[in-house]
C-alpha cells in the first residue's frame, strides 16, 4: 500500500497515545475529511447490500435500527514500542455532521466497547459495527516502530536549558556538600534518561531503590525535589512537573508503570512483592543474554523505587537514604538542571555504553560488578560534560563519588553481616531449644503460643503424608520468627531479603505454608529440625554419629 500523509498521522497521533499509556482504551483521533471517490464507493456498497438500506443519509440494519450515516472499518495500525506491538483497527464513524476517527485496541475489537467524545445507545453502536463490518474493504496494516519515545521530550526540555550558565566552583561545592545521598540519585536519573538515546540499547536494565528507615516528610520531599530539577522527559517543556510517583500495592498496579516508556517514573512501595513481575524481568532477560538466547522486550522504563526494604539484588542497588536529607536552594536546583541539560546527549550515551563494554568484555571481566561499572561510566561521561577543563574539580568529584561508593559497600557488607547472622541462628536451633514447644491442638492455640507477650518462637511439627509420617519441622510464624532473628539485630527492612535467603539456600523448606493441627489450618514457615529426624542429619553429624559408635566398640573390646 501506498503510504500518503493522511495515512501515516493518524499513526503518528496514535503512537504518541500508546507511549503515554493509552493502550487498552479507545482513543479518539480527531475529525477527518474522506475523499469524495472514497465516500461514493461505500455508499454505493451500501446501496448494494442487500442487509442494509440507505435513505435520507441514514442507514437502517436488519433488526430495525436506523442510524444517521454509517461506518467503516479502515486499516490497522501497529505501534512497536519495546519490541512490543500494539495493534489497533480503525473506526471511521461518518454522520451528516462529520466524520470522527477512532482508534480500537485489537483485543476489543470483537467486545463491547464506548466511544469516547460521542453518545452512544447500544443498538446504535451495535448498528454503526454491523454497517463498519457488511461495507468495509479488506484492511492493510502500517506499522510504526517506537524506538526511544521521551527522547523527543527531553531535546525539547534540554535546549530550553542548554544556553544557561554554570557555576562551576559552585556546582562542585553542591555535590561534595551532598555526596552521600545525591550521587546515588543523580546516576539513577541519568541513567534512565540517558536510555532514550541508541546508544544504550544493549545494556542490562539496573533497578534503583531507595529506602528509608523512618517516615520523614522532609526527607522525602526533598527527594522528589532534586528528581524533580533532573527530570527532562515530561512532554512540551513542562519542566517543572515532577515525576509521576505509582503506589505499588499489587501485581496489577504495574500496568500503570508500563505504559510510562524510557519516563522518569518513581515505584512507591512497603514490602515490595509487587513488584515480583519486574525482578522476573530482569531474571529471564539477564539469563537469555548470558546465554545468547533471543531476548525479551526490554522494560518500560528503569525502576527508581522508593520502598520501606531492602531487595538485596545483584541487578538492584539498594541505598539507605538518611534521615535528614537538606532542602537544596533554588541555585543549587537550577544548577543540577543545568548540568542534566549538558549531559543529556546521544554522544554521551554512546561513550557511556562503550566505556561499559570495554570493561565487560576484557579477559578480567569475571571480577568486575556489570552495575558498578554501569555507574562508573555513568559518571565519567557526567563529569566529562561538566567539567571539561577544570581536572581538579573533575577528581574531586570523582574522589566524593568513590567515598559515597565505598560508605554504601560497607553498608551492604554490613547487611550480609546481618543476614549472616540470622541464617547461623536459625539453623543452630540449641541456640533457643528451650523456646520451641510442642504442637498445639489449634491453630488459635499455637498463635497465641507464638505472640510477643510468651518466650516461645516455634513448635514442633511432623508433616503427615497419605503413605505414613513424614518429615519433622519447627513451625514459625511471621512475628515469632522475626522475634527472635531480632537477637541478631535483624530489621523488618531485611526481614522479606533474609526469607529469600534462606529458601535460596535451604534452610527454609517451605514459605508460607501451613500447618494442619487437627483439621484446621496454621500459616506458617516450615523449618527442617534435624534432630527429631535421623533421615534428615547432615553428613557432618552422621559422620559424629559413626565416630561415636565406632568408639563405643573399641572401649567395649
Same mark, same amino acid.
Given at each position: 500500500?501506498?503510504?500518503?500523509?493522511?495515512?501515516?498521522?493518524?499513526?503518528?497521533?496514535?503512537?504518541?497515545?500508546?507511549?503515554?499509556?493509552?493502550?487498552?482504551?479507545?482513543?479518539?483521533?480527531?475529525?477527518?475529511?474522506?475523499?469524495?471517490?472514497?465516500?461514493?464507493?461505500?455508499?454505493?456498497?451500501?446501496?448494494?447490500?442487500?442487509?442494509?438500506?440507505?435513505?435520507?443519509?441514514?442507514?437502517?440494519?436488519?433488526?430495525?435500527?436506523?442510524?444517521?450515516?454509517?461506518?467503516?472499518?479502515?486499516?490497522?495500525?501497529?505501534?512497536?514500542?519495546?519490541?512490543?506491538?500494539?495493534?489497533?483497527?480503525?473506526?471511521?464513524?461518518?454522520?451528516?455532521?462529520?466524520?470522527?476517527?477512532?482508534?480500537?485496541?485489537?483485543?476489543?475489537?470483537?467486545?463491547?466497547?464506548?466511544?469516547?467524545?460521542?453518545?452512544?445507545?447500544?443498538?446504535?453502536?451495535?448498528?454503526?459495527?454491523?454497517?463498519?463490518?457488511?461495507?468495509?474493504?479488506?484492511?492493510?496494516?502500517?506499522?510504526?516502530?517506537?524506538?526511544?519515545?521521551?527522547?523527543?521530550?527531553?531535546?525539547?526540555?534540554?535546549?530550553?536549558?542548554?544556553?544557561?550558565?554554570?557555576?562551576?566552583?559552585?556546582?562542585? /561545592? #553542591? &555535590?561534595?556538600?551532598?555526596?552521600?545521598?545525591?550521587? !546515588?540519585? *543523580?546516576?539513577? %536519573?541519568?541513567?534512565?534518561? $540517558? +536510555?532514550?538515546?541508541?546508544?544504550?540499547?544493549?545494556?542490562?536494565?539496573?533497578?534503583?531503590?531507595?529506602?528509608?528507615?523512618?517516615?520523614?516528610?522532609?526527607?522525602?520531599?526533598?527527594?522528589?525535589?532534586?528528581?524533580?530539577?533532573?527530570?527532562?522527559?515530561?512532554?512540551?517543556?513542562?519542566?517543572?512537573?515532577?515525576?509521576?510517583?505509582?503506589?505499588?500495592?499489587?501485581?496489577?498496579?504495574?500496568?500503570?508503570?508500563?505504559?510510562?516508556?524510557?519516563?522518569?517514573?518513581?515505584?512507591?512501595?512497603?514490602?515490595?512483592?509487587?513488584?515480583?513481575?519486574?525482578?522476573?524481568?530482569?531474571?529471564?532477560?539477564?539469563?537469555?543474554?548470558?546465554?545468547?538466547?533471543?531476548?525479551?522486550?526490554?522494560?518500560?522504563?528503569?525502576?527508581?523505587?522508593?520502598?520501606?526494604?531492602?531487595?538485596?539484588?545483584? /541487578? #538492584? &542497588?539498594?541505598?539507605?537514604?538518611?534521615?535528614?536529607? !537538606?532542602? *537544596?536552594?533554588? %541555585?543549587?536546583?537550577?544548577? $543540577? +538542571?543545568?548540568?542534566?541539560?549538558?549531559?543529556?546527549?546521544?554522544?554521551?550515551?554512546?561513550?557511556?555504553?562503550?566505556?561499559?563494554?570495554?570493561?565487560?568484555?576484557?579477559?578480567?571481566?569475571?571480577?568486575?560488578?556489570?552495575?558498578?561499572?554501569?555507574?562508573?561510566?555513568?559518571?565519567?561521561?557526567?563529569?566529562?560534560?561538566?567539567?571539561?577543563?577544570?581536572?581538579?574539580?573533575?577528581?574531586?568529584?570523582?574522589?566524593?563519588?568513590?567515598?559515597?561508593?565505598?560508605?554504601?559497600?560497607?553498608?551492604?557488607?554490613?547487611?550480609?553481616?546481618?543476614?549472616?547472622?540470622?541464617?547461623?541462628?536459625?539453623?543452630?536451633?540449641?541456640?533457643?531449644?528451650?523456646?520451641?514447644?510442642?504442637?498445639?491442638?489449634?491453630?488459635?492455640?499455637?498463635?497465641?503460643?507464638?505472640?510477643?507477650?510468651?518466650?516461645?518462637?516455634?513448635?514442633?511439627?511432623?508433616?503427615?503424608?497419605?503413605?505414613?509420617?513424614?518429615?519433622?519441622?519447627?513451625?514459625?510464624?511471621?512475628?515469632?520468627?522475626?522475634?527472635?532473628?531480632?537477637?541478631?539485630?535483624?530489621?523488618?527492612?531485611?526481614?522479606?531479603?533474609?526469607?529469600?535467603?534462606?529458601?535460596?539456600?535451604?534452610?527454609?523448606?517451605?514459605?508460607?505454608?501451613?500447618?494442619?493441627?487437627?483439621?484446621?489450618?496454621?500459616?506458617?514457615?516450615?523449618?527442617?529440625?534435624?534432630?527429631?529426624?535421623?533421615?534428615?542429619?547432615?553428613?557432618?553429624?552422621?559422620?559424629?554419629?559413626?565416630?561415636?559408635?565406632?568408639?563405643?566398640?573399641?572401649?567395649?573390646?
Amino acid at each position: 500500500m501506498k503510504r500518503t500523509a493522511k495515512s501515516i498521522s493518524p499513526a503518528n497521533f496514535l503512537a504518541k497515545s500508546v507511549v503515554a499509556g493509552q493502550t487498552n482504551t479507545v482513543v479518539h483521533l480527531g475529525s477527518i475529511d474522506l475523499a469524495k471517490h472514497s465516500m461514493r464507493q461505500l455508499i454505493q456498497r451500501l446501496t448494494v447490500d442487500e442487509h442494509l438500506q440507505w435513505a435520507d443519509e441514514c442507514t437502517t440494519v436488519p433488526y430495525g435500527i436506523t442510524v444517521p450515516g454509517f461506518a467503516c472499518w479502515a486499516d490497522t495500525l501497529g505501534t512497536i514500542v519495546n519490541g512490543y506491538t500494539y495493534r489497533h483497527r480503525l473506526l471511521c464513524l461518518c454522520r451528516p455532521s462529520d466524520c470522527r476517527l477512532y482508534a480500537i485496541p485489537m483485543s476489543m475489537v470483537e467486545r463491547k466497547f464506548i466511544l469516547p467524545d460521542i453518545e452512544l445507545a447500544d443498538g446504535e453502536l451495535e448498528a454503526y459495527k454491523y454497517i463498519a463490518d457488511r461495507i468495509s474493504p479488506k484492511p492493510d496494516e502500517i506499522t510504526i516502530k517506537v524506538t526511544h519515545p521521551s527522547k523527543a521530550a527531553i531535546k525539547a526540555n534540554r535546549d530550553n536549558w542548554k544556553n544557561e550558565s554554570l557555576d562551576l566552583d559552585g556546582f562542585s /561545592d #553542591t &555535590l561534595k556538600a551532598n555526596a552521600e545521598w545525591l550521587y !546515588p540519585i *543523580l546516576i539513577a %536519573a541519568l541513567d534512565t534518561q $540517558l +536510555r532514550s538515546f541508541d546508544g544504550c540499547d544493549d545494556i542490562p536494565v539496573f533497578c534503583y531503590n531507595f529506602t528509608l528507615k523512618k517516615v520523614s516528610l522532609q526527607a522525602d520531599s526533598n527527594f522528589i525535589r532534586v528528581l524533580t530539577a533532573m527530570n527532562f522527559t515530561v512532554q512540551d517543556g513542562s519542566c517543572s512537573v515532577a515525576p509521576r510517583e505509582i503506589i505499588i500495592q499489587d501485581s496489577g498496579d504495574l500496568k500503570n508503570w508500563s505504559g510510562c516508556h524510557d519516563r522518569l517514573i518513581i515505584l512507591r512501595t512497603v514490602k515490595g512483592s509487587g513488584l515480583t513481575p519486574i525482578f522476573d524481568k530482569l531474571d529471564t532477560y539477564d539469563r537469555s543474554r548470558a546465554y545468547k538466547g533471543v531476548l525479551p522486550p526490554r522494560l518500560s522504563t528503569v525502576p527508581i523505587i522508593r520502598s520501606k526494604t531492602f531487595f538485596d539484588r545483584p /541487578d #538492584t &542497588l539498594d541505598y539507605e537514604l538518611p534521615d535528614v536529607i !537538606p532542602s *537544596l536552594t533554588t %541555585a543549587q536546583l537550577s544548577g $543540577l +538542571r543545568t548540568a542534566f541539560s549538558r549531559a543529556l546527549t546521544r554522544k554521551n550515551a554512546t561513550n557511556a555504553s562503550t566505556r561499559w563494554h570495554e570493561r565487560m568484555c576484557s579477559p578480567y571481566s569475571f571480577l568486575r560488578n556489570p552495575f558498578e561499572e554501569w555507574r562508573n561510566a555513568l559518571l565519567d561521561v557526567f563529569l566529562d560534560s561538566i567539567f571539561p577543563n577544570q581536572s581538579q574539580a573533575k577528581e574531586a568529584a570523582e574522589t566524593d563519588f568513590q567515598t559515597a561508593q565505598k560508605r554504601q559497600k560497607e553498608a551492604e557488607e554490613e547487611r550480609q553481616k546481618i543476614l549472616q547472622n540470622a541464617l547461623d541462628l536459625v539453623t543452630d536451633q540449641s541456640r533457643y531449644e528451650d523456646e520451641i514447644i510442642d504442637t498445639p491442638t489449634t491453630p488459635d492455640e499455637g498463635r497465641k503460643l507464638l505472640n510477643i507477650e510468651q518466650s516461645a518462637v516455634a513448635f514442633r511439627y511432623v508433616r503427615k503424608h497419605k503413605n505414613g509420617d513424614g518429615n519433622h519441622y519447627i513451625v514459625f510464624t511471621d512475628f515469632s520468627l522475626l522475634r527472635l532473628l531480632k537477637r541478631v539485630d535483624l530489621t523488618e527492612e531485611l526481614y522479606g531479603p533474609f526469607k529469600e535467603h534462606a529458601l535460596k539456600t535451604g534452610v527454609m523448606v517451605m514459605k508460607s505454608a501451613c500447618a494442619r493441627l487437627h483439621s484446621q489450618s496454621l500459616s506458617g514457615h516450615y523449618w527442617i529440625r534435624y534432630a527429631d529426624d535421623p533421615s534428615d542429619l547432615s553428613h557432618a553429624s552422621l559422620m559424629q554419629e559413626m565416630s561415636k559408635a565406632v568408639k563405643t566398640v573399641s572401649d567395649n573390646n
